[in-house]
T-cell receptor, first 112, second 109 residues
Framework: EAQVTQNPRYLITVTGKKLTVTCSQNMNHEYMSWYRQDPGLGLRQIYYSMNVEVTDKGDVPEGYKVSRKEKRNFPLILESPSPNQTSLYFC???????????FGNGTRLTVT | RKEVEQDPGPFNVPEGATVAFNCTYSNSASQSFFWYRQDCRKEPKLLMSVYSSGNEDGRFTAQLNRASQYISLLIRDSKLSDSATYLCVVPGTGNQFYFGTGTSLTVIP
């Protein structure tokens, strides 16, 4: 089944404790992206990647890192999480261009 | 001006009603447009893609008006299960995707 898989689904952590949210897709998509969704603000792009070893900042990259060592994986790294990073996170992938995005099922992160 | 704008609603309509949402976009060069459905705290799911003047799938119709730079989503014979948030997504230059903030629909028995 074609899908984008994120893990974990739920994560509660404390300020400053490094964490990684994994994202994997099995559709051979070149384009992968991370978003956060907050009430009243909609989906905002954090980082995106056009292909292996190619990453770019989105609208809200501060406090996040990403890597794209393999085509299928695009992990999101929070080196020192803070409470303002409490949010619902989505990974998505696409063939790019005019193709639609396919979303993972989300990671709800709480930083206390 | 935002790249993509939607009326956030909420739209509360009775079962069986017809409801339409509009989405305006700022980049006149955009060639493709997408409507997604998002249920509470779940991932957006692709509902319809629009590449030319419009698209129809059962009770759902999407129409594109390039001159006025908006796309609309029409839902006929609304069902309770149509209650959700509907997101308008427009690919931009530089491989960005621009999202509207979503329109909330509640279908009432």
């Amino acid at each position: 089944e074609a899908q984008v898989t994120q893990n974990p689904r739920y994560l509660i952590t404390v300020t400053g404790k490094k964490l990684t949210v994994t994202c994997s897709q099995n559709m051979n998509h070149e384009y992968m992206s991370w978003y956060r969704q907050d009430p009243g603000l909609g989906l905002r792009q954090i980082y995106y990647s056009m292909n292996v070893e190619v990453t770019d900042k989105g609208d809200v990259p501060e406090g996040y890192k990403v890597s794209r060592k393999e085509k299928r994986n695009f992990p999101l790294i929070l080196e020192s999480p803070s409470p303002n990073q409490t949010s619902l996170y989505f990974c998505a992938s696409s063939f790019g261009g005019s193709s639609p995005l396919h979303f993972g099922n989300g990671t709800r992160l709480t930083v206390t | 001006r935002k790249e993509v704008e939607q009326d956030p609603g909420p739209f509360n309509v009775p079962e069986g009603a017809t409801v339409a949402f509009n989405c305006t976009y700022s980049n006149s060069a955009s060639q493709s447009f997408f409507w997604y459905r998002q249920d509470c705290r779940k991932e957006p799911k692709l509902l319809m893609s629009v590449y030319s003047s419009g698209n129809e799938d059962g009770r759902f119709t999407a129409q594109l008006n390039r001159a006025s730079q908006y796309i609309s989503l029409l839902i006929r014979d609304s069902k309770l299960s149509d209650s959700a948030t509907y997101l308008c997504v427009v690919p931009g230059t530089g491989n960005q995707f621009y999202f509207g903030t979503g329109t909330s629909l509640t279908v009432i028995p």
